[in-house]
T-cell receptor
Framework: AQTVTQSQPEMSVQEAETVTLSCTYD???????LFWYKQPPSRQMILVIR????KQQNATENRFSVNFQKAAKSFSLKISDSQLGDAAMYFC????????WGAGTKLIIKP | DSGVTQTPKHLITATGQRVTLRCSPR?????VYWYQQSLDQGLQFLIQ???????AKGNILERFSAQQFPDLHSELNLSSLELGDSALYFC???????????????FGSGTQLSVL
């Protein structure tokens, strides 16, 4: 069965600095998709970035980028120039058929 | 605003009771997904409907049931409620059946269920 592991329950970063959130997953499939979702205090689940496993190039969305290491089954999220509005729970998710979620990492931004 | 509407936002009830959670997907979306987010188990996929038909089933208890109506809104029914059912219940929608694609999911704001 596929699993997703986020080993950092909580991370903190100074405003304007860079932070990396870790995610590892386990699967025997070769075709799948990976996602990072953000859940701010409003509880809304917001898609941050997504990566197709068949693509070698790492996805980038403005200040958000991923480091996708398929062989290592690692999918980390890098947030550059952290802003106060980035404070939220961040969930890593894997999908081949069903969407499987990690436990989340709480990101705190220090002003 | 994702375009997905969930009602009610908060629900407080007692053990043994039955409640119904409602979800209206984004205009044009045919798939509806239900997720449960609890403190000890994280986000769990419950069930998916596509154009009125059950498409995929996750960790949904037998006390729970769902359906998608012809107008594409969906209802999640939770019965014989237990303390452990207290959680945030999310609905999400997408255009297609989503399996093995990177199609984007749009989430509602959730219904916070408290069972006392």
């Amino acid at each position: 069965a596929q699993t997703v592991t986020q080993s950092q329950p909580e991370m903190s970063v100074q405003e304007a600095e860079t932070v990396t959130l870790s995610c590892t997953y386990d699967t025997s499939e070769s075709d799948y998709y990976l996602f990072w979702y953000k859940q701010p205090p409003s509880r809304q689940m917001i898609l941050v970035i997504r990566q197709e496993a068949y693509k070698q190039q790492n996805a980038t969305e403005n200040r958000f980028s991923v480091n996708f290491q398929k062989a290592a089954k690692s999918f980390s999220l890098k947030i550059s120039d952290s802003q106060l509005g980035d404070a939220a729970m961040y969930f890593c998710a894997y999908r081949s058929v069903k969407l499987i979620w990690g436990a989340g990492t709480k990101l705190i931004i220090k002003p | 605003d994702s375009g997905v509407t969930q009602t009610p936002k908060h629900l407080i009830t007692a053990t043994g009771q039955r409640v119904t959670l409602r979800c209206s997907p984004r205009s044009g979306d045919l798939s509806v997904y239900w997720y449960q987010q609890s403190l000890d188990q994280g986000l769990q996929f419950l069930i998916q409907y596509y154009n009125g038909e059950e498409r995929a089933k996750g960790n949904i208890l037998e006390r729970f049931s769902a359906q998608q109506f012809p107008d594409l809104h969906s209802e999640l029914n939770l019965s014989s409620l237990e303390l452990g059912d207290s959680a945030l219940y999310f609905c999400a929608s997408s255009v297609g059946p989503i399996a093995a694609t990177n199609e984007k999911l749009f989430f509602g704001s959730g219904t916070q269920l408290s069972v006392l």
